[in-house]
DNA sequence: CCTGTGACATAAG
DNA sequence: CCTTATGCCACAG
């Protein structure tokens, strides 16, 4: 099949298999695509995965698990509220716990 | 081809 | 803890 999908996709269906509750870095998404040095090009592909349904966007947090993309969402604290709603607790924009919830592509589906 | 940009990562002060 | 600076890479115009 066609492998070779534009950057942006292959961003959108590593997303989409974020578990349910679980979040993932811009950097692990990055290495898994085999661009570990292009995480803020993950970052800038979320920019279109906003107004995907299929893509939880909100799932996806810097490696220090800080909510740096909340201001991309509507309102202040969306992106907290769909994390905690999932079960993730989140303070001060920041995941607790972070590796209890961290779903690392490279390590579950490499 | 060149420039700007970006929800990162890392280092340094 | 804070701000700056640099690298890094893909994409848009």
């Known amino acids: 099949m066609e492998d070779n999908r534009n950057f942006f996709e292959?961003?959108?269906e590593v997303a989409k298999?974020?578990?349910y509750g679980r979040v993932t870095s811009y950097g692990a998404i990055a290495k898994y695509l085999g661009a570990a040095r292009s995480a803020?090009?993950?970052g800038w592909a979320m920019n279109g995965a906003g107004k995907m349904e299929d893509v939880?966007?909100?799932r996806v947090v810097n490696k220090a698990g800080l909510l740096t993309g909340k201001h991309h969402f509507e309102g202040t604290n969306?992106?907290?509220q769909l994390l905690e709603s999932e079960g993730v607790k989140v303070v001060d924009n920041q995941?607790?716990?972070l590796e209890k919830h961290f779903w690392d592509p490279?390590?579950?589906l490499h």
Do not use: G, N, S, T
């Open 78 to 80: 969306l992106m907290q």
């Open 17 to 19: 298999q974020i578990p």
């Open 106 to 108: 490279w390590k579950e």
């Open 40 to 42: 803020r090009m993950v």
């Open 56 to 58: 939880p966007a909100h």
């Open 10 to 12: 292959k961003v959108y």
């Open 95 to 97: 995941i607790q716990d």
